[in-house]
């Protein structure tokens, strides 16, 4: 996906611990805002904090950084997080009461438009788009 023009782009590095997950939050939220689109702030917080934890649970090595990038494009919001491990691929899964994990691919399933994972050459991305009301 591609920016268009008047759209917005940003990429930040994390370590992989566990303050990068609201900071991350904070960040997309706050971008949401800025490119004009509050209305979607609190869902991509969301979106985000789930992505980024997966990405710390399950993809992340230690020593190495992981993305998030977010883009604006025509009447979506993409929230993409990259880490080193591609063979660890996310998927939907239903957890049952007792569990106390296995509900962030569920929760961003729901909210978003779409999802998937992209395999990289090293590692993998995980991308949510959220439409955006009035545009397109």
């Known amino acids: 996906m591609e920016a268009s023009p008047n759209a917005g782009y940003d990429?930040?590095?994390?370590?992989?611990?566990?303050?990068?997950?609201?900071?991350?939050?904070?960040r997309i939220a706050w971008l949401a805002g800025e490119w004009g689109h509050p209305e979607v702030a609190g869902d991509a917080a969301l979106i985000t904090s789930e992505l980024v934890t997966n990405a710390l649970f399950h993809g992340c090595l230690r020593d190495r950084l992981f993305r998030v990038e977010a883009i604006l494009a025509?009447?979506?919001?993409?929230?993409?997080?990259?880490?080193?491990?591609?063979e660890r691929r996310p998927a939907l899964r239903s957890a049952e009461c007792e569990d106390q994990f296995g509900r962030g691919l569920v929760i961003v399933h729901a909210l978003a438009a779409r999802w998937d994972v992209e395999a990289l050459t090293v590692g993998k991305t995980v991308w949510a788009d959220l439409e955006l009301k009035g545009c397109g």
């Open 74 to 86: 025509k009447s979506v919001l993409r929230i993409a997080v990259t880490d080193p491990k591609g």
């Open 11 to 26: 990429v930040v590095t994390y370590l992989p611990r566990l303050e990068s997950v609201p900071t991350a939050r904070r």
